[in-house]
Protein backbone atom coordinates (compact mmCIF):
# COMPACT_ATOMS: atom_id res chain seq x y z
CA UNK A 1 0.00 0.00 0.00
CA UNK A 2 3.08 2.14 0.77
CA UNK A 3 3.99 2.08 -3.00
CA UNK A 4 0.32 3.24 -4.21
CA UNK A 5 0.13 5.84 -1.90
CA UNK A 6 3.81 7.32 -3.01
CA UNK A 7 2.48 6.96 -6.19
CA UNK A 8 -0.49 8.93 -5.79
CA UNK A 9 0.69 11.64 -3.46
CA UNK A 10 3.62 12.21 -6.48
CA UNK A 11 0.58 12.71 -9.06
CA UNK A 12 -1.17 14.42 -6.79
CA UNK A 13 1.78 17.35 -6.32
CA UNK A 14 2.21 16.93 -9.78
CA UNK A 15 -1.31 18.24 -10.49
CA UNK A 16 -2.08 20.51 -8.23
CA UNK A 17 -0.42 23.12 -5.52
CA UNK A 18 -1.19 20.84 -2.62
CA UNK A 19 2.12 20.54 -0.77
CA UNK A 20 3.01 16.42 -0.77
CA UNK A 21 5.95 16.90 0.97
CA UNK A 22 4.16 15.53 4.35
CA UNK A 23 3.76 12.01 5.55
CA UNK A 24 1.95 9.42 4.00
CA UNK A 25 -1.75 9.07 5.14
CA UNK A 26 -2.95 6.38 7.29
CA UNK A 27 -5.74 3.81 5.73
CA UNK A 28 -8.25 2.34 7.54
CA UNK A 29 -10.27 -0.42 5.53
CA UNK A 30 -13.94 -1.08 7.29
CA UNK A 31 -17.09 -3.34 6.52
CA UNK A 32 -19.80 -1.00 4.89
CA UNK A 33 -21.66 -1.54 7.81
CA UNK A 34 -18.58 -0.19 9.97
CA UNK A 35 -18.21 2.83 7.61
CA UNK A 36 -21.74 3.96 8.35
CA UNK A 37 -21.58 3.91 11.53
CA UNK A 38 -18.39 5.64 11.76
CA UNK A 39 -19.38 8.15 9.10
CA UNK A 40 -23.06 9.46 10.05
CA UNK A 41 -22.56 8.36 13.87
CA UNK A 42 -26.35 8.98 15.55
CA UNK A 43 -27.63 10.53 12.10
CA UNK A 44 -29.40 8.49 9.60
CA UNK A 45 -27.49 6.96 7.41
CA UNK A 46 -27.56 6.38 3.80
CA UNK A 47 -27.18 3.04 3.44
CA UNK A 48 -24.65 1.93 0.48
CA UNK A 49 -23.78 5.27 -0.59
CA UNK A 50 -20.60 5.59 1.32
CA UNK A 51 -17.88 4.48 -0.82
CA UNK A 52 -15.08 5.90 1.60
CA UNK A 53 -14.51 9.41 3.93
CA UNK A 54 -11.40 11.10 5.43
CA UNK A 55 -11.93 10.77 9.02
CA UNK A 56 -10.04 14.53 10.15
CA UNK A 57 -10.56 13.63 13.79
CA UNK A 58 -8.77 10.36 14.06
CA UNK A 59 -6.58 11.42 10.38
CA UNK A 60 -6.98 8.46 9.03
CA UNK A 61 -8.60 7.82 5.49
CA UNK A 62 -11.19 4.92 5.89
CA UNK A 63 -12.21 3.24 2.79
CA UNK A 64 -14.20 -0.41 2.68
CA UNK A 65 -12.81 -3.81 2.95
CA UNK A 66 -13.77 -4.28 -0.35
CA UNK A 67 -11.38 -1.90 -1.79
CA UNK A 68 -9.46 -3.21 -4.76
CA UNK A 69 -5.98 -1.60 -5.92
CA UNK A 70 -6.63 -3.29 -9.69
CA UNK A 71 -9.77 -1.30 -10.17
CA UNK A 72 -9.48 2.26 -11.79
CA UNK A 73 -11.74 3.58 -9.57
CA UNK A 74 -11.11 2.33 -6.45
CA UNK A 75 -7.91 3.94 -7.06
CA UNK A 76 -10.32 7.31 -7.48
CA UNK A 77 -11.47 7.37 -4.86
CA UNK A 78 -8.71 6.89 -2.76
CA UNK A 79 -7.34 10.16 -4.88
CA UNK A 80 -10.31 11.39 -3.78
CA UNK A 81 -9.74 10.93 0.07
CA UNK A 82 -6.08 12.12 -0.50
CA UNK A 83 -7.06 15.07 -1.37
CA UNK A 84 -9.00 15.96 1.75
CA UNK A 85 -5.79 14.59 3.57
CA UNK A 86 -3.75 17.10 1.74
CA UNK A 87 -6.37 20.00 2.55
CA UNK A 88 -6.02 19.58 6.03
CA UNK A 89 -2.58 18.89 6.88
CA UNK A 90 -1.99 21.92 4.41
CA UNK A 91 -4.38 23.52 6.65
CA UNK A 92 -6.77 24.88 3.96
CA UNK A 93 -9.42 27.13 5.42
CA UNK A 94 -13.39 26.62 4.20
CA UNK A 95 -16.49 28.20 4.88
CA UNK A 96 -17.90 24.87 5.37
CA UNK A 97 -16.64 21.25 4.82
CA UNK A 98 -19.11 21.13 1.88
CA UNK A 99 -16.36 23.20 0.12
CA UNK A 100 -13.62 20.29 0.64
CA UNK A 101 -15.55 18.95 -2.57
CA UNK A 102 -14.73 21.29 -5.00
CA UNK A 103 -11.44 20.51 -6.10
CA UNK A 104 -11.81 16.33 -4.63
CA UNK A 105 -14.20 15.50 -7.60
CA UNK A 106 -12.56 17.46 -10.72
CA UNK A 107 -9.35 15.80 -9.74
CA UNK A 108 -10.62 12.79 -9.16
CA UNK A 109 -11.96 12.20 -12.56
CA UNK A 110 -8.34 14.08 -13.96
CA UNK A 111 -6.64 11.14 -12.51
CA UNK A 112 -8.95 8.10 -13.54
CA UNK A 113 -8.60 9.80 -17.14
CA UNK A 114 -5.13 10.35 -17.52
CA UNK A 115 -3.41 7.67 -15.88
CA UNK A 116 -6.14 4.85 -16.32
CA UNK A 117 -8.25 6.46 -19.47
CA UNK A 118 -11.43 5.52 -17.56
CA UNK A 119 -14.13 7.87 -18.84
CA UNK A 120 -15.78 8.61 -14.85
CA UNK A 121 -18.97 11.31 -15.53
CA UNK A 122 -20.77 13.09 -12.73
CA UNK A 123 -23.94 15.49 -12.57
CA UNK A 124 -22.00 18.46 -12.65
CA UNK A 125 -25.50 20.55 -10.44
CA UNK A 126 -25.09 17.52 -8.47
CA UNK A 127 -21.19 18.64 -7.23
CA UNK A 128 -21.92 22.33 -7.11
CA UNK A 129 -25.14 21.51 -4.75
CA UNK A 130 -22.19 18.91 -2.30
CA UNK A 131 -19.68 21.43 -2.53
CA UNK A 132 -21.36 24.91 -1.72
CA UNK A 133 -21.86 26.20 1.33
CA UNK A 134 -25.54 25.71 2.79
CA UNK A 135 -27.09 29.43 3.00
CA UNK A 136 -29.54 30.14 5.83
CA UNK A 137 -31.97 33.37 5.69
Known sequence: MKEILIALMLWIGANTNYNTDVPLPSIEFKSQIEMENLYYGERPKREGELYGFYNIAKDVIVLPDTWDKNKPFDLGLLVHEMIHYL?????IQF????EMEVDSWPLQKQYLESVHNYHWEYDGLWHLMVSTCPTFE
Open 87 to 91: QDVNN
Open 95 to 98: NCTA
